[in-house]
């Protein structure tokens, strides 16, 4: 049997009409229905016949966030920004007037502290992990520096103190030891300087008594040198007397100095010793520590000066015999070969 209409001739299906058809409609609730904006939008919501999870699919906001936009739980949404961009996106889906349910948002949750953000529901402030090592390490460092400053003062408080050191008046009045042997010593007074602290011989320059002697020349000095040692050589009992005067020269060593056949005058030392040869103009030709046994050939330069330590520690060969010792310590190359 079929249904008596009543001569209706179409249903109307409230989640199948267009939102501005119900809008227009007497009976569809808008913006301003409710107590707030919360209540306005679930009212919309039911009428079209639409789902809070069809919301949430469409404006990708979560549910839980338009349950409490419905319910005005305020403290469950996140900061007033997103609150007001969760309200504009759930009236445009519903096909009412973003501006508007963000004006009855803004009236029925009025913000007296507008401008200022607030903290994100759920977000949490992370500190620098660096900082926390840095704090420690200052505070260790703190620590360090106070322990050493008390382990410092302890061990000042605990060290013995200096001893008493008397004055120079009772060291001076202090009577002297009784002593039968004479050797008693009176505290305060200066003791006796030292061997060490004597005055040294004075330096004696080497040839200097033979130039003196001779007048004051240094060719006269020379000669003077030459004389002594000649007169060493002839006496036996003389401690610089040389006792083979005449025999060849045999090297002992290395033979230094100019080549063979070029020079007539060879030094060759009887124990190490310095030797220096300069020229006309002063400057060293040859310096060397010779040991025993090692030679020097002069070359045949005009002006050679010969110096060195001790005479006596060198031989003298001209034309390969042996002359002599060195006459002094500081003689001329040309002297020596005459």
Same mark, same amino acid.
């Given at each position: 049997m079929p249904l008596d209409s009543g001569g209706v001739t179409q249903f109307y299906r409230a989640h199948d009409a267009d939102p501005s058809d119900l809008a227009m409609s007497g009976d569809a609730p808008d913006l301003y229905y409710g107590p707030d904006v919360g209540a306005a939008l679930r009212a919309i919501r039911e009428f079209q016949?639409?789902?809070?999870?069809?919301?949430?699919?469409?404006?990708?906001?979560?549910?839980?966030?338009?349950?409490?936009v419905e319910d005005m739980r305020l403290d469950e949404l996140p900061s007033r920004p997103f609150a007001l961009g969760y309200v504009k996106a759930y009236a445009r889906h519903l096909g009412v007037d973003p501006e508007a349910a963000v004006e009855r948002y803004k009236l029925d949750a009025p913000d007296h502290e507008e401008g200022q953000l607030r903290a994100p529901v759920g977000v949490r402030r992370e500190r620098d992990p660096r900082m926390g090592a840095i704090i420690a390490g200052g505070l260790l460092i703190i620590a360090a520096v106070v322990l050493w400053n008390i382990s410092q003062r302890t061990m000042k408080a605990d060290a013995p103190p200096p001893a008493a050191v008397p004055d120079s008046a009772q060291l001076a009045a202090a009577p002297p030891p009784a002593s039968g042997d004479g050797g008693g010593f009176v505290v305060g007074q200066p003791t006796p300087p030292p061997a060490e602290s004597t005055t040294p011989e004075l330096y004696k320059t080497p040839g200097l008594e033979n130039a003196a002697a001779a007048g004051g020349s240094a060719d006269a000095g020379d000669a003077a040198g030459r004389a002594q040692a000649a007169a060493a050589a002839q006496d036996p009992t003389a401690p610089e007397a040389v006792a083979d005067v005449g025999s060849p020269f045999q090297a002992q060593g290395a033979v230094l100095g100019a080549p063979a056949g070029t020079s007539n005058v060879i030094l060759q030392a009887r124990k190490s010793g310095q030797l220096v040869v300069r020229?006309?103009? +002063?400057?060293? &030709?040859?310096?060397? %520590? $010779?040991?025993? +046994?090692?030679? &020097?050939?002069?070359? %045949? $330069?005009?002006?050679?000066?010969?110096?060195?330590?001790?005479?006596?520690?060198?031989n003298v060969y001209v034309n390969g015999a042996l002359k002599g010792r060195l006459p002094a310590a500081q003689s001329s190359a040309a002297s020596l070969s005459n």
């Open positions: 016949g639409v789902s809070l999870q069809d919301v949430a699919d469409a404006t990708r906001i979560r549910r839980a966030y338009l349950a409490a020229g006309a103009d +002063g400057t060293p &030709y040859f310096a060397r %520590q $010779l040991t025993a +046994g090692q030679a &020097y050939r002069l070359p %045949q $330069l005009k002006g050679l000066t010969v110096e060195v330590t001790d005479p006596t520690l060198f």
